[in-house]
């Protein structure tokens, strides 16, 4: 059966008969009205009814499916075809949001984390799981057996949540470089022949890198299990290396280059800014407009342009990668700290770190040279660092207060942004 | 912190304001009520927003709880906390009750048997798990641990349910005798010095006789696992034993002396009954009346009540035996068959094995002569029958139409009660 | 097969045809005797075969038999059947001694540490294993299912070596006391009520005492296994208690009673002495010997003579305890020191801790009162200490130059025993 | 340290004054000799001091290795050291040798089947024991990750002994195909993108192929892994797959090209012979000799002698091949079954299997035809047979009678090549 002919099947349940008794809803949503009056033995009963009707009644059948052996995956891979959304499909009506939502919150209910089992992967891990392991890297992609086997070697470390319910199956996976200090870039670790075959040493290690971390399975988005498994392979490592006290991730800015696009004025506009005596003042300083302006035929907005579309091979001109670096890092720094989204961070990965207790630490250049890195972010990365004395004070005052923590340098950088903007 | 104050804070905790928002309940019950005629995407909106209303605001707790180390184990403390009921405490109100309730769901979820585990006993099994099962065993009580190595001696299986989320916890306790036919009495099995030592012979082993079957933990009660065990255990034996095909209990009749003690009429009627010319009609025949006159200086009704009541060493005295033996099958298997609370059986262990989908197949006269087995159950014992080829149909025509499958002995014995009584 | 049978099979195998070709060995002899002046390589295959010969000719068949499943299991029997002696058989033939030396040779090899499984034993092991570690327990007897428990519960631990040829079979098992200081008798460990269950307070566990050490088949008598499994728990208990760095046992001293009946003077003689002006003077001081009359009808060393050969009810009469403290201690201490049999220790539990490095630290005074204690140490008890940064050097020094450690109160008791003996 | 240093070492260990104490074995060796006449007690009580004698000193050092962490696969390290001959290097003198065998004396007992355990290979298996079991394919070389799945995927089976003395580390691995029968070629199993992905079909299994052993660690040469796996694996197959019923070897003849460019005659006797009228009777029959002349330039037997040392490009010449199949056949037939090393067959994979008690079942034209295969086979492969209910007698009747049993096939082609060179 192909993905089209599964969701037309998952649509037919999520409707009548097999969803919520909309019926007898309306009728004891009249009744519980009119009890409210009345003394709470009978009002509780009349609300227990209505609960149950509001209860789809095919829930009943997700719960026995759950029993079979596989079943768990068997829903997680129904949640997966329902959030697929294959070109030439129709979105989800009302009624198969709900089921994906009430599939949701079975699973989240089922991988509570009592259960999640936290395994450390090494070399001696079973080869299926490595396998795994290999295809579902979503950040940085493993194209070799020594590329896996250098994950697991020394100076790094790969962990990851499996649950009995899905044996097996890595859930999620956290891959942890061990280093001196914080890393300012991610080739380092993850491309050329750096040599991590030099024994571990624990007076020479510091710092854990969160360089990668991947969901494996599409149908489990939105179960919160990343947050744990960061906080508990902290726990792990501090048990390991008492001397490792500093923790940060390495992470893409996944939005930015996509937001800048938009950001930019349009071309007409451009050229008119830039035409005139004080060129594009929220974006560029006259310097910096001037120094672009000499580096390249075009002018500079459509060089700020042509950058954040991946156009050109900029990264290999020394001088436009120097001229390029201050107003790059304003911007991106701006996006990160300033960009929101319903009070909460714009930006994808930087919203999973803040409300994990993480701040916004480091920004820094050239740190991911890839056709991706720069495509998608200019090439920039960003640190986000966990410091565990505060880390569940600073989640609860971004999920609460959308409070966001930031470094010296990244206050410094937003300054910058919005007294140039400010102009 | 003793039972009272604990319930006593669960019972603070079931009210406002961490129950249901019952005035938000009332809200959206009357915008749902408006919306009905509207179109279903906001009918869909408000009922979420009355679902979730719906939902006791501890509910999110519990969750947080299960998610601890040893969280779950917690939560079925806390419903066992609320179902035990000490004396001089007063009955659960509402709120509680509900509070038990969304526990028994929640515990209902976890233990799905997709994550129960089956691991059968051995006398290499560890020893608190073994200490646990003797301490857990209500049907039959292990005394020594001579007792307890019998019973994972050869001839014997026994088997638990584990869950991850309560580890080393045998959840449900299934002690199985292997023996060429199915046992008629338990003391053959439980006590005594039967030499069970002879060697395991696969040619001599038709029939798996269940004698005892215990849940561990009063809060998981009403929280289904003993069919699954069941179920689960017919296959492991059937796996280690092809030549085993006859599937049986041996069980108590737990309910039976109390409801005949009410069932004989009172005592100054029944004096009137025994004077007249046709004495207790639709209890004793004629015969039967006569016989246990000459037996004792009491009333024949008068004999049976005592009986009932568990006073007397009447299972000493031959005569009076025999004398009982026609009567109390009759009465005994008319209670089985014929006795019904809300369509189903009254007893709760027929109720048990019917649900299973397991048949009435016999009555065992002098089956069990322990002073429990003789107070409760006039020492009489049924096995309840699993013929695995009928054993879903037969669970679903009991369950959806009150359709209880016997024997034709039990049917027999039924036809002589029914022709008695309406002599 | 019984033993006797058993025993007289391996006595044929032990002989021609089976044992060492003793023909082939004289002939090779004499070539090996005549090739001594030629070239290395001739003389070198010589040896060989005469090598080849003097190898007995059932031991490939013992080869095979540990290839079997079992089969090292049956080897080890084998041995047990020839080293046991029961009342009237003959002792072992020299062919019989020699299979004997054969077996304890392949099994010495086999059992090499390499292979030993350290394990600890707690409530949670297999039930099999506790029982066997019940039953094998030789130096203080196991009761009850309690008394186990117990020994595997807090501040207790207990380890066995187990091997891969013989699974599941404790081949020597190690009970040590967690305590704040070295206990000084056995009766607060082994017996009576103590509270063992208060939970282990790091902060207050300075001390591990091994108060039993039991091999478990007789058929490894010889192999040496005891020493490996205390330097294990040692370095065990270190990594989990840093805290505790005291380690000693509490030791009976099984051959002192026996060597005290043979050390006193024969009673004709013994009269004489006893009547003579200067009464024993190598036995008792002056002052000991008349306090001994006053509390008996018997003469002092005929006192002594009663108490070593378990006459009496002596321990409950407190003057009579007070007296013969002195004396005891004094001769036990020159027992433990003095007495030698080739040079090491006459009494094997001495021989056994001073070959594993220890030394002799405290004799105990009432140390165990049980009947058994009673009768073979006079209720003494020792503590051997295990001083890990000399443990290695003393067991050389006691192997190689029988240099034995003691402590001040030992010398000092040796001392005043010689003094005396030499008046 | 370099292996050169490494057997220097080794070479003065195996020397005085560590290997036999040579004196003493004189001395007791004429001791020996005089007590040849008197009592037994007293003879024994010399070979036992002359046994000693001859025991080199050094073995007491190899056993305490042995009971260090990793110390036995230390000692198999030493024996590699020692069997391996780099290039330069003198060949060992008698004390290095017997050092040698002292080595693998002791290695055999502790490698005793009783400590070996059989385990399947799977996809599940760690990733360093799959790596590892590539690395030492020696049969047939494994190139990537995806021949190794494949080893251990669907229709196949992957089994080998592990031994807790070296604990992760295969010491000897057999690769198996599953097929509806023996196959006769290497290419389908090795080579090529054989759908290996269909599911297993027990109805259509009836055939398990070995297709590759290979022995994992270069000390253990000589001790004597392969045959029991072949039997464990045997068991393991029919308890799993009782419609198996056929095994049986696909076996190169590492030997055959060797020893043919031997046995042809010499250069100038060859070009002698040819010209003769009945040129080569005892090697080719007059038919192919005069086509193998039509089809090259070269003389027949030097076209044989140019194909045995593996020169030209024969095998995609159909004429030639048609041409060669049956003198070649005709050769590899004698080869394997009439040429002998002491009795035993001179081929190495030949001698392994008859030990086995295999059979010489099928010869296979054509059935290797990678470089390799051409060069040391000819291209020829030999299915060895195993029959189960005669295996064990055969093995004896090879072992001790040189007993070679073989197929009518093989009997037939001998028998022509014995009819030819008694021409």
Redesign the interface.
């Known amino acids: 059966m192909d993905l089209t002919s599964r969701r037309d099947l998952l649509v037919i349940l999520s409707k009548d008969p097999y969803g919520?008794d909309?019926d007898a809803?309306?009728r004891?949503?009249?009744k519980?009205?009119e009890a409210?009056q009345r003394d709470?033995?009978t009002?509780?009963?009349v609300?227990?009814r209505?609960?149950l009707a509001?209860t789809p009644r095919y829930k009943h059948l997700l719960?026995s499916i759950?029993?079979?052996?596989e079943?768990?995956k068997m829903l997680a891979d129904m949640r997966a075809d329902l959030l697929a959304t294959p070109e030439g499909t129709l979105p989800l009506g009302?009624?198969a949001k709900?089921l994906a939502e009430v599939l949701r919150d079975?699973l989240s209910?089922?991988f509570?984390?009592?259960?999640l089992h936290l395994q450390r992967v090494t070399?001696?891990?079973?080869?299926?799981?490595?396998?795994k392991i290999s295809q579902y890297e979503a950040v940085h992609r493993i194209r070799h057996?020594t590329d896996i086997?250098r994950r697991v070697g020394p100076n790094r470390r790969c962990f990851v949540f499996t649950h009995?319910?899905m044996p097996?199956e890595p859930l999620v996976v956290l891959h942890v470089k061990l280093a001196p200090e914080i890393s300012d870039n991610i080739q380092s670790i993850v491309r050329g022949l750096e040599i991590d075959e030099e024994p571990e040493d624990p007076k020479r290690l510091f710092a854990a890198v969160f360089y990668s971390i991947s969901s494996s399975h599409p149908g489990l988005r939105g179960v919160e299990l990343g947050t744990f498994l960061i906080r508990s392979v902290v726990h792990e490592i501090q048990t390991e290396f008492p001397s490792i006290n500093v923790f940060s991730s390495i992470s893409p800015i996944p939005g930015f280059c996509r937001w800048l696009v938009k950001f930019l004025p349009s071309a007409p506009h451009l050229n008119a800014l830039e035409l005139s005596p004080t060129p594009s003042p929220q974006i560029l300083t006259a310097t910096e407009s001037s120094q672009l302006q000499k580096l390249s035929t075009r002018l500079p907005l459509e060089t700020l342009r042509d950058i954040a579309q991946g156009k050109g091979d900029w990264v290999r001109n020394e001088e436009l990668v120097a001229a390029l670096r201050a107003p790059l890092m304003r911007l991106a720094s701006w996006y990160l700290y300033g960009e929101k989204l319903r009070g909460r961070a714009f930006d994808a990965v930087a919203n999973f770190h803040l409300r994990n207790g993480a701040s916004i630490w480091r920004l820094n250049w050239l740190a991911d040279n890839s056709a991706q890195g720069l495509k998608t972010s200019c090439g920039l990365m960003v640190n986000y660092r966990y410091n565990l004395a505060v880390v569940e004070d600073r989640s609860v005052g971004y999920l609460q207060h959308n409070r966001v923590e930031a470094s010296e340098q990244i206050l410094r950088l937003v300054a910058e942004y919005q007294a140039l903007s400010e102009l």
């Not at 070399?123 to 396998?131: F, G």
């Open positions: 919520p909309h809803v309306a004891f949503a009249v519980v009205a409210a709470s033995e009002l509780r009963k609300e227990a209505l609960r509001l719960t759950s029993r079979q052996n079943g768990v009302p009624d709900e079975l209910e089922w509570s984390v009592g259960l070399w001696s891990s079973p080869c299926d799981l490595l396998e057996w086997k009995p319910a097996g």
